[in-house]
C-alpha cells in the first residue's frame, strides 16, 4: 500500500481544517528543527497514532525519503486517511511555510556520525602516507564499523556520540 503525496501548500490547508501534522524523524533532528504544531511520533517508536478526532494525519521526514520508504507501515499506523508531505520539511521550508529552529541543539546524531567517520577515514590515509602504512588500518576499521551499521542496524559511533557530553547537556535541557 502507497500513501498519496500531498505538496505543502496543501497540507498546510488540511491541517488549518483539522488534520494532524506527524514527524516521524528522529527526537534529535526534530529538537532542531521542526514544523511548528507538528506531533512528533519518531518512526523508530511507531505504533498506532490516535488521531484524536481528526479526519487525517499528514507524515513528515527531512525529504519525504523516509516516508516514502515507510508508506506501508505508516499507512497501517494510522486509523484515518493519511498522506505524505512530498519534500519533507526542506519542501514546507522552500514554501515559506514556518519552521521552528533551535540552533542550541547539537546536529543530528548521524550528521555527526558522518562528520566523525569521514574525519577518521582522512585522518588514517593521511597518517598512512605521512607516518606509518600501519595507519591504514583505522580507515578499514571506520569503513567495516558503516558496513556493519549498514547491515545491522546498529551503529556503535551513534551510540557512543549520543552520550558526549555536549549531546547529554542538550538532552538535559529539552527535558
Known sequence: ???????????????DQGAILVDIRELDEHRRERVPGARHEALSRLATIDAGGAQALIFHCRSGARTQANAQRLAEAAICDAYILEGGIEAWKKA?????????????????????????????VILAVTVAPAFIALSAFVGAGLVFAGVSGWCGMAKLLAVMPWNRAAKAAAA
Open 1 to 15: 500500500m502507497t500513501l498519496p503525496t500531498i505538496d505543502p501548500r496543501a497540507a498546510k490547508q488540511l491541517i
Open 96 to 124: 515559506g511555510l514556518p519552521v521552528a529552529a533551535d540552533r542550541s541543539q547539537p546536529i543530528e546524531i548521524m550528521r555527526q556520525v558522518q562528520i566523525t567517520a569521514g574525519s577518521l577515514v582522512v585522518l588514517g
